[in-house]
C-alpha cells in the first residue's frame, strides 16, 4: 500500500511539478532537492496512484505508441499486417535502483531463450519500462557515472538502440526522468541537471500545527494503510479526474504570439542559452492553465512556470548564493 | 552476552528494548570508544528478540553481489534458467541488520543500504535479473569516529543513537571483567523479555493526544531538526516507552525519556563540533546548551530562534576571547582564471582509464557496471552466459550449460576513486596585513572552481591562535566550502605546526577509510610561524610535522605563499617550508593562469596540466 499523494502535508510546489508533467509528459520530467526526511520520495512513489491510462500497442513491451516511433517489433509488425492495435495501460512510475548494471537499464540477449531455441532474442531493460512513463532515480547524484551516460544518450535521442550480443534493436524510450537528491551529498553533472524539464526545492515544514499533522497521518498509515486510504480515496479520485480533464483540455487552449513573447522577454533577460528554457515554460505555463482550469494562459501561469522551469538553468557562478536565483527571476519577471 | 547482563549503560539498553517493542523506532546506532562494549551490546539484543526473529551482520568487506543478492551459478549452469540467489537484504528482512564500524563502509554499500532501506524492498536490476523482494529491517550499528565521520545521510536514518562512555567506577569495571568470564545463564533474559512481550502486546493500544504530538513538534522546531524524520521516530519512541512502562496514554515524561535518544544525533549541527578543550571555555556560555544539557530529561521551552541567530551560530565560536579589534573577516579576493592543478601521481592513471574519478577497482568492492572481454578476477556470469547461450543446441547441451574458452566475460568494476584536496589557511594575525587574506581567499576560491569542475572533495583546516581546527570536513559540496571560506576570520599567532599535526591526522582518517583516496594539500600561509604546541621550537615542530607527512604515499603538496614579495620586510619564510615539506611553492602571482603556462612552458617539474 502506498501513502496517498493527496495526504501528504503542504510541499505544493512538489506536487505541482509533479502534476504538471502528467498533464503533459513532454515537459520532461522533475528534479526534487532537498534535505532528508522531507517526503521526497514519498510524493514520487504515491504519484503512481494518479496516473492516467495511455493508449499503446497491443502487447507491445515498449508501449509503443502507434502514431509515434516505434519498436523494431512493431515496425515489423505495421509493414506485415498494415495496422496496429492499441489498447489503454496505465502509465507507471518505473524505479532505476543505484546498483543497476548496463545490460538491466538497456536491455540484452535473452539467455534462457537463446538456450532453449538457440536464436537471438531482445530482452528488454528498464528503458523499455520507461518508454512513456515515468523513470525515478532515488539520489540521482550517487548515480554511477556509466549509468548517467546512458540515461543522457537515450535521453538525448528517444530511443535506445542497442548492439552488443549479437543482437540489434531500437525501440523508443522518451521517459520523464525524475530524480531525488540531497545537495548536501554531492553535485549533479551541468549535463545532467539540463535533462530535467522541472526542478523544485523542498524544505522541512516550520509550521507546527503541520508537522503534527504529519505525524497524525504517518501514524494513522502505519496503523492501518487500508482504512487510512479508505479515508483518501476520494480526493485521490478526484484529483485524478482533474488531472485527465486537463489532459484533455491542453489542445484546446491556445498558445498565442504574446505568450511566447513574454516567455522568451524573460529568457533573455536572464540570458539562457538554448531553447530547452524557452519550450519547457511554454508546456509548463500550458500545463497549468489546463490544470487550473482555464481557458487561456495568464501572466500568472508563466510567472508561476518560470521558478519551476528556470530555477536549475540559470546561469550561476559556481558559488553564488541560491538566494541570489530568486532575485534575478523576479527582476525578470517584473517585467511582464 | 545478555543484555541483562551487560554492566551499566542503562540508556544504551533502553535504545534496545524500545527497539525490540516497536520496529517503527527505527534503530540504533552506538557512537563510543574501541572496547567500550557497544558491539557486544548491540549484538545482546539478538536475545531479547521474539525467537527467530533474523540477526544479520554485514561485515564491511560486503560485495554488492552478497548484499544485493546476485545470479545463482551452479542452479543457473545446471538448469539454463538464470536463477536468483537472495542475499543479507533478503535474509535481514524482518529482522536487525547489524554494521560493526559502519562508518568503515564504503560509500557505494552505504548508498545502496540506505536505498533498500527507505523502500522496505530490494529492486534487483543487475546480471540479467530482475527481482524485487521485500527487505524492511531495523539498522544497528556502531562506530568509533576518531576513525571518520558518517555521512550526515545515514545519520539521519537511524531512530536513535547513543554515545558511549567508559565506565569510570571500579565496582562497575570490575562487574564487567567477572561479567566478560562468567558463563551467561541461559535465562539470563527472561525477565526483560518477558517485559518487553507484554509492552509488545499492549502497543497497538497505546493512544498519544493531540496536545502531545504538539509537544514533540515544539521540541523538533526547537533543536531545528532537518526533515520530518525526529518527530515520527520520536512518536515511535515515546509509544513504545508508555506499553513499556505498562500505560496506555503517552505523557510527556514518555517523550523526555525518549528525547535525547532521538535527538542526539539529529540537532542540527551549523558548525562542526569544536574540539573537546575548548567546551570548556567560559566564552562557550553564549552558545546554545551544550550536549549534557541536551541529555537533560526536561527539554527546555521551545523559543524561536529567527534565521539571524542561525547565521551567527555558522561562525565559527572563537571570537569573543580577543579584542574585537584583532578578529576581522576579510572578504574572498576576485576568484582569477587559473590552469587546472592536477594530481600528479593521477596522471598515468588518467591516460589508462579515460576518467578522471574513476579508477578500475582491482582489488576488492567497487561497482560491477559492465561485463568486458578483457581477463579480470571475477567472472561476469551472466554475460558469459549469454555468449554460451545461442551456441547450446550446437555444442549439444544435456544437463549443463556448455561453456567455450571464448565464452567468458569479465566484470568491469568501478568505484569512486578519491580525490581530496584539503585546504590549510593559515588564519594568523599577519595574514591580516596588506589584506593579504583577501587575495588568499581569493586564491582558494579559484582553487575551489577547480575542484568543483573536476568534481573533487575538498576539505579545510584553519590553524591560529594557539589550534588548528577542521571547519570543513570532507565534502563533495563546494558551496559549503565557499561558505565556510567567507567565514575564516583572522587574528592571533601562528601554529604552523599544529596545522600541519590536524593536517595529518585528517588524511590518516581518510586514507583509513578510502585507502585509494589522492591527496592534495594545499598550505595557504606567510610562513611566519611563532607558536608551537609540543613546546618544541617552531621550525623544528614544523621540520617533524613534514616528516610525518612525507611518509604517507598519495600525497602531492603546494605552498601558495601569500607574502608580498619586493618589500624590505620580505622573508620568503613560505619557501623554505615548501622545500621542508617537498612541496611545490607558489605565490599568489603565479598561481594566475597566464604565468602558470610559462612555468610549464619552462619545463618544470609541476603538478599544472
Known amino acids: 500500500m502506498i501513502f496517498p499523494f493527496t495526504a501528504l502535508v503542504n510541499q505544493d510546489e512538489m506536487k505541482t511539478a509533479l502534476i504538471l508533467n502528467v498533464i503533459d509528459p513532454s515537459i520532461g520530467g522533475l528534479l526534487i532537492m532537498g534535505e532528508k526526511g522531507t517526503g521526497k520520495s514519498t510524493a514520487v512513489r504515491a504519484l503512481a496512484d494518479l496516473l492516467p491510462d495511455i493508449e499503446a500497442v497491443k502487447d507491445c513491451p515498449f508501449t509503443c505508441d502507434a502514431d509515434g516511433t516505434l519498436c523494431s517489433d512493431c515496425r515489423d509488425m505495421l509493414a506485415k499486417d498494415g495496422h496496429l492495435h492499441q489498447e489503454p495501460r496505465k502509465m507507471r512510475v518505473v524505479e532505476l535502483p543505484l546498483g543497476v548494471t548496463e545490460d538491466r537499464l538497456v536491455g540484452t540477449l535473452d539467455i534462457e531463450h537463446a538456450i532453449r531455441h538457440g536464436e537471438k532474442r531482445f530482452e528488454p531493460g528498464i528503458l523499455a519500462d520507461a518508454n512513456r512513463n515515468f523513470l525515478y532515480v532515488d539520489e540521482v547524484n550517487l548515480l554511477e557515472d556509466h549509468i548517467v551516460d546512458l540515461l543522457l544518450d537515450s535521453a538525448a535521442m528517444g530511443v535506445n538502440t542497442v548492439e552488443r550480443e549479437g543482437i540489434s534493436f531500437v525501440h523508443p524510450a522518451r521517459f520523464m526522468l525524475v530524480g531525488t537528491m540531497n545537495p548536501e551529498e554531492g553535485d549533479l553533472r551541468p549535463q ?15 509550521d507546527k500545527k503541520q508537522r503534527v499533522e504529519i505525524l ?51 529568457t533573455s533577460a536572464l540570458s539562457l542559452d538554448g531553447h530547452r528554457a524557452d519550450i519547457v515554460m511554454m508546456k509548463t505555463s500550458h500545463a497549468l492553465a489546463a490544470f487550473r482550469g482555464l481557458s487561456t494562459i495568464g501572466s500568472d501561469e508563466i510567472k508561476d512556470a518560470s521558478w519551476f522551469a528556470l530555477r536549475h538553468r540559470l546561469k550561476r557562478l559556481p558559488f553564488e548564493e541560491v538566494g541570489a536565483e530568486r532575485e534575478k527571476v523576479n527582476a525578470a519577471l517584473a517585467q511582464i | 552476552m545478555s543484555c541483562s547482563s551487560f554492566i551499566g549503560h542503562d540508556e544504551a539498553k533502553r535504545t534496545l528494548i524500545l527497539n525490540a517493542i516497536d520496529a517503527r523506532c527505527g534503530g540504533v546506532l552506538f557512537v563510543g570508544e574501541k572496547g567500550c562494549g557497544k558491539s557486544t551490546l548491540a549484538r545482546s539484543l539478538r536475545s531479547i528478540l521474539p525467537g527467530g526473529t533474523p540477526f544479520v551482520e554485514l561485515p564491511l568487506n560486503v560485495t554488492e553481489d552478497a548484499l544485493l543478492g546476485t545470479i545463482s551459478i551452479e542452479e543457473t549452469l545446471r538448469t539454463g534458467t538464470r536463477v536468483f540467489q537472495a542475499g543479507i537484504f533478503s535474509r ?80 562497575q569495571r570490575i562487574a564487567v571483567m567477572r561479567a566478560a568470564t562468567d558463563a551467561d545463564s541461559p535465562d539470563a533474559d527472561w525477565e526483560l523479555t518477558r517485559r518487553i512481550s507484554s509492552a509488545r502486546n499492549m502497543l497497538p493500544q497505546v493512544t498519544v493526544r493531540d496536545r502531545l504530538l504538539e509537544y514533540i513538534a515544539d521540541i523538533c522546531l526547537t533543536y531545528h531538526v532537518a526533515g520530518h524524520r ?82 551567527q551560530k555558522e561562525t565559527p565560536p572563537q571570537p569573543q576571547e580577543l579584542p574585537p579589534q584583532d578578529e576581522e573577516v576579510f572578504s574572498v579576493g576576485e576568484p582569477f582564471k587559473m590552469k587546472r592543478l592536477f594530481f600528479r601521481k593521477d596522471r598515468t592513471e588518467r591516460a589508462a582509464s579515460g576518467r578522471r574519478t574513476r579508477t578500475r577497482a582491482r582489488n576488492r568492492g567497487g561497482r560491477y557496471v559492465k561485463s568486458v572481454f578483457r581477463k579480470s578476477r571475477d567472472i561476469a556470469i551472466d554475460a558469459t552466459l549469454r555468449a554460451a547461450a545461442p551456441f547450446q543446441r550446437i555444442r549439444n547441451r544435456t544437463d549443463i550449460v556448455v561453456i567455450d574458452e571464448d565464452d567468458f566475460r569479465y566484470k ?9 584536496a584539503v585546504f590549510v589557511v593559515d588564519g594568523s594575525g599577519s595574514m591580516g596585513a596588506q589584506k593579504r587574506m583577501v587575495a588568499a581567499k581569493g586564491a582558494i576560491q579559484s582553487l575551489l572552481i577547480d575542484c568543483y569542475q573536476k568534481r573533487d572533495l575538498v576539505s579545510m583546516i584553519v590553524f591560529r591562535k594557539d589550534h588548528a581546527e577542521v571547519v570543513l570536513e570532507p565534502t563533495a559540496s563546494v558551496e559549503h566550502a565557499a561558505r565556510r571560506l567567507r567565514e575564516i576570520p583572522v587574528g592571533g599567532k601562528t601554529p604552523l605546526g599544529a596545522g600541519l599535526f590536524e593536517t595529518y591526522r585528517l588524511l590518516e582518517r581518510v586514507g583509513r577509510k578510502h585507502p585509494e583516496t589522492r591527496f592534495l594539500v594545499v598550505l595557504i600561509t606567510d610562513g611566519r610561524a611563532n607558536q608551537s604546541m609540543s613546546g618544541m621550537a617552531p621550525d623544528e615542530e614544523i621540520a ?46 603565479e598561481l594566475k593562469a597566464d604565468i602558470l603556462t610559462d612555468m610549464v612552458q619552462t619545463n618544470k617539474t609541476l603538478t599544472i596540466g
Not at chain 2, 568491469?412 to 581530496?420: D, Q, S, T, V
Request: glycine share 4%; charged share 30%.
Open chain 2, 92 to 171: 535481514a528482512h524482518g529482522g536487525v541488520l547489524f554494521i560493526d564500524d559502519v562508518n568503515l563502509l564504503s560509500p557505494e554499500i552505504v548508498s545502496l543500504v540506505l536505498e533498500v532501506q527507505s523502500r522496505s524492498e530490494n529492486v534487483i536490476e543487475r546480471e540479467g535479473l530482475s527481482v524485487r523482494h521485500p527487505a524492511s529491517f531495523i539498522l544497528v550499528a556502531s562506530m568509533y569516529p576518531g576513525e571518520g565521520d558518517l555521512s550526515p545521510h545515514l545519520l539521519d536514518r537511524f531512530g536513535m543513537c547513543w554515545g558511549f562512555e567508559s565506565l569510570r567506577e571500579a565496582s
Open chain 1, 216 to 266: 497524525k497521518r504517518k501514524a494513522a498509515f502505519d496503523s492501518d494503510p487500508e482504512a487510512f486510504y479508505a479515508t483518501w480515496v476520494a480526493g485521490q479520485e478526484k484529483l485524478a479526474a482533474k488531472i485527465i480533464a486537463a489532459r484533455e483540455s491542453l489542445a484546446a487552449i491556445p498558445v498565442d504570439d504574446d505568450v511566447l513573447e513574454k516567455i522568451v522577454s524573460i
Open chain 1, 192 to 206: 545532467l541537471l539540463d535533462r530535467f524539464g522541472l526542478c523544485v526545492s523542498v524544505t522541512s515544514l516550520r
Open chain 2, 412 to 420: 568491469r568494476k568501478e568505484r569512486k576513486m578519491g580525490h581530496l
Open chain 2, 230 to 311: 525526529a518527530d515520527i521516530y520520536l512518536l515511535a519512541a515515546a509509544r513504545a516507552q508508555a506499553a513499556l512502562h505498562g500505560k496506555r496514554d503517552v505523557s510527556r515524561e514518555e517523550i523526555d525519556l525518549v528525547v535525547p535518544l532521538v535527538l542526539m544525533h539529529r540537532r542540527r549541527e551549523l558548525q562542526p563540533p569544536p574540539p573537546p578543550e575548548q567546551q570548556e571555555e567560559p566564552e562557550r556560555s553564549q552558545e546554545p546548551p551544550p550536549e549534557s544539557q541536551q541529555q537533560h530529561e526536561e527539554p527546555p521551552p521551545p523559543e524561536q530562534q529567527d534565521e539571524e541567530q542561525d547565521e
Open chain 2, 544 to 589: 617533524r610535522m613534514a616528516t610525518l607527512l612525507n611518509e604517507q604515499s598519495g600525497i602531492d603538496m603546494i605552498v601558495v605563499d601569500t607574502e608580498e614579495k619586493g618589500r624590505f620586510t620580505t622573508t620568503d619564510r613560505a619557501l623554505s617550508i615548501a622545500t621542508l615539506l617537498g612541496a611545490d611553492y607558489y605565490t599568489i602571482n
